[in-house]
């Protein structure tokens, strides 16, 4: 079973992989190219779940009902009604 993760906790995650990836470049455990490309790919990932997060938050909810009204059963010689 999958738990959804928060921005917090993925900013957590993001900075505990970065650390270890950064001690292990100064170590000499890892070169620094594949140092830099290991963090930029957890970057990418960070990115992504921030968007999946704001999705999941702002624009899958039920969207505002629209103050503008259209009425299409009016003719066009009708008064339209005070409001």
Same mark, same amino acid.
């Given at each position: 079973?999958?738990?959804?993760?928060?921005?917090?906790?993925?900013?957590?995650?993001?900075?505990?992989?970065?650390?270890?990836?950064?001690?292990?470049?100064?170590?000499?455990?890892? %070169?620094?190219?594949?140092?830099?490309?290991?963090?930029?790919?957890?970057?990418? &990932? !960070?990115?992504? =779940?921030?968007?999946?997060?704001?999705?999941?938050?702002?624009?899958?909810?039920?969207?505002? %009902?629209?103050?503008?009204?259209?009425?299409?059963?009016?003719?066009?010689?009708? &008064? !339209?009604?005070? =409001?």
């Amino acid at each position: 079973m999958a738990t959804q993760m928060n921005l917090e906790d993925a900013l957590q995650l993001f900075m505990r992989r970065v650390d270890i990836l950064v001690s292990m470049e100064m170590g000499g455990k890892l %070169p620094t190219k594949q140092a830099y490309k290991e963090i930029k790919e957890e970057v990418r &990932k !960070l990115k992504k =779940l921030k968007k999946q997060i704001h999705h999941e938050n702002y624009v899958s909810r039920d969207p505002v %009902p629209s103050t503008n009204v259209v009425r299409l059963d009016l003719d066009w010689d009708e &008064k !339209l009604p005070d =409001l």
